[in-house]
């Protein structure tokens, strides 16, 4: 059964047979929560940061897009003395 949190993983919804591979949508979402992934991650071995089963440089510019979305947000928050 695939999870309901639209995370990578061994259960992900694109690794059901017959699922479309995950595309630029996919990669932004899992780029945007991909710390939070991470840390979910170190605690179960079903959820993983990053889909493997992808649709090439289409997922991959969206989740650097979606990391770098999330790096500037958290970023603008830090100030450096």
Same mark, same amino acid.
């Given at each position: 059964m695939?999870?309901?949190?639209y995370?990578?993983?061994k259960?992900?919804?694109?690794k =059901?047979?017959?699922?479309?591979?995950?595309?630029? *949508?996919?990669?932004? *979402?899992h780029?945007?929560i991909?710390?939070?992934?991470f840390? =979910?991650?170190?605690?179960?071995?079903?959820?993983?940061?990053?889909?493997?089963?992808?649709?090439?440089?289409?997922?991959?510019?969206?989740?650097l897009?979606g990391?770098g979305?999330?790096?500037?947000?958290?970023g603008?928050?830090?100030?450096?003395?």
């Amino acid at each position: 059964m695939a999870n309901s949190c639209y995370v990578a993983g061994k259960n992900s919804r694109f690794k =059901v047979q017959g699922a479309a591979p995950a595309g630029f *949508w996919d990669g932004l *979402w899992h780029g945007l929560i991909a710390v939070i992934t991470f840390i =979910v991650s170190l605690f179960n071995e079903n959820v993983s940061v990053y889909e493997t089963h992808n649709k090439g440089k289409l997922y991959e510019f969206g989740f650097l897009l979606g990391v770098g979305v999330f790096s500037a947000k958290v970023g603008s928050h830090i100030h450096l003395h």
